[in-house]
């Protein structure tokens, strides 16, 4: 059989069985609507709130402060969005990074059309936001500070607490995009000192389309969606019961091995990066060299297109991602590895590796093996590579 091996975790991830089988009844005997007052819907209705309750423990949030969304995106919208409408009095500027996953770069640039202004925070080469440029960016109409918890593209993953801090300072709201970092690490929204937070089950072993965001209490927010009463008429519609009470099983696995994973996918991505640094010359890392997530690594292989690597890797059954998956098939450089002034060659040569508990270290040694001679192959056509 044909060796497959997927190492694209940062653009989703398999449920886990176990978070099947927990979801499965809520599909059948247990299919109640949530809002409905009989036996069935009382049903639902615990599974729902018991859902919440584990997650806002895994959180250090309270159950009242979890609201339930169709995923990362819609939670990255509510925040940006909700959080502009609601104060809009007070301001109309944003601040976020030039790094940001599109769900909240687009929300912005959409809000701009309303006539809101943002402001785009510059990165260093590793991918970290300047703290004196967010202090400086901090203005009388600033409403919220939108700033990513770990990058999907590099995974650079950024002082929250420090920068939420100059925030607060400043009564502003500050806002994290957690989607990678979930699951991954320890969050804790009290640490971190945010005031919302966005996170999706599919990147943590749960299913597709459901996600979370993180209210504090007393955080005012204009809703998306109008509708029904449900997540305390923050967000209308009926809950997808299945999804959330897989979301919250998904975190619980998350956690309950959480400092072994880290370390043996850490120990998995130092393995392959040693090894394939050995073998083929001329490769670079982008990235924070030790502030990043443990499972990914983008590497720039020098001379050869990120997308001829991909789809000799296919070939052989390995599935990676040039840059952010939700850009792959556009000719644009990644707005990631420019913002980091990533070269213009080298951020087209990028391929993201993130590896997940599939992974084992037979897979770091295949790759190892194959890769070396895909790049040989390609760089002694390539007219741009010289030794
Ligand atoms: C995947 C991702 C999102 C979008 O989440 P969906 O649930 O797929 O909508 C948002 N932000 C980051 C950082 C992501 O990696």
């Known amino acids: 059989m044909e060796r497959k091996i997927y190492l694209d975790h940062n653009a989703t991830t398999p449920v886990h069985p176990e978070v099947l089988e927990a979801m499965l009844p809520f599909y059948q005997e247990g299919f109640g609507n949530a809002s409905s007052i009989h036996s069935f819907g009382r049903e639902a209705k615990v599974a729902l709130e018991e859902s919440r309750e584990k997650v806002a423990k895994f959180l250090n949030a309270d159950p009242l402060e979890i609201y339930f969304t169709s995923g990362g995106t819609e939670s990255d919208n509510l925040a940006v969005k909700g959080v502009a409408w609601a104060n ?33 925070l510059p990165v260093d080469k590793y991918g970290l936001v300047d703290h004196d440029e967010l202090k400086k960016s901090i203005k009388r ?32 709201y500050f806002h994290t995009d957690a989607v990678q970092s ?21 990147k ?19 809703p998306l969606a109008h509708g029904g009463h449900h997540e305390k008429s923050r967000r209308a519609g009926t809950e997808n019961v299945p999804g959330i009470v897989g979301l919250a099983k998904a975190l ?14 850490k120990s998995l991505t130092e393995t392959f990066f040693k090894k394939v640094t050995e073998r083929i010359p001329d490769i670079f890392l982008n990235g924070h060299p030790v502030l990043r997530i443990p499972n990914t690594l983008n590497l720039s292989f020098k001379g050869v297109e990120g997308e001829s690597i991909i789809l ?32 213009g060659d080298l951020a087209q040569s990028s391929l993201r590796f993130s590896f997940g508990r599939s992974n084992t ?27």
């Open 312 to 343: 000799n890797l296919d070939l052989k059954g390995i599935g990676v991602a040039s840059g952010s998956a939700c850009t792959s098939g556009s000719l644009e450089p990644s707005h990631v590895l420019s913002a980091m002034r990533v070269p």
């Open 252 to 265: 619980e696995i998350a956690h309950s091995d959480m400092q072994e994973e880290e370390r043996r996918l």
């Open 182 to 202: 979930t699951g991954k690490m320890k969050i804790d929204v009290n640490e971190l000192n945010v005031d919302m937070l966005s996170l999706s089950a599919h």
């Open 204 to 222: 943590f072993y749960g299913p597709k389309g459901v996600g979370a965001l993180y209210i504090r209490r007393g955080v005012r927010l204009t």
């Open 88 to 120: 809009k009095k007070k301001g109309n500027h944003i601040i976020t990074s030039q790094i940001e996953h599109h769900a909240v770069l687009e929300s912005c640039k959409f809000l701009e059309k309303e006539g809101y202004e943002t402001t785009y």
């Open 141 to 172: 109409e600033t409403v919220l500070v939108s700033i990513m918890h770990a990058n999907n593209e590099v995974g650079t993953i950024q002082p929250i607490a420090e920068l939420a801090g100059l925030a607060k300072e400043k009564g502003v």
């Open 361 to 387: 270290v037979d897979d770091v040694a295949y790759v190892v093996e194959v890769l070396p001679e895909i790049i040989s192959k390609l760089r002694a056509m390539s007219p741009i590579y010289q030794k």
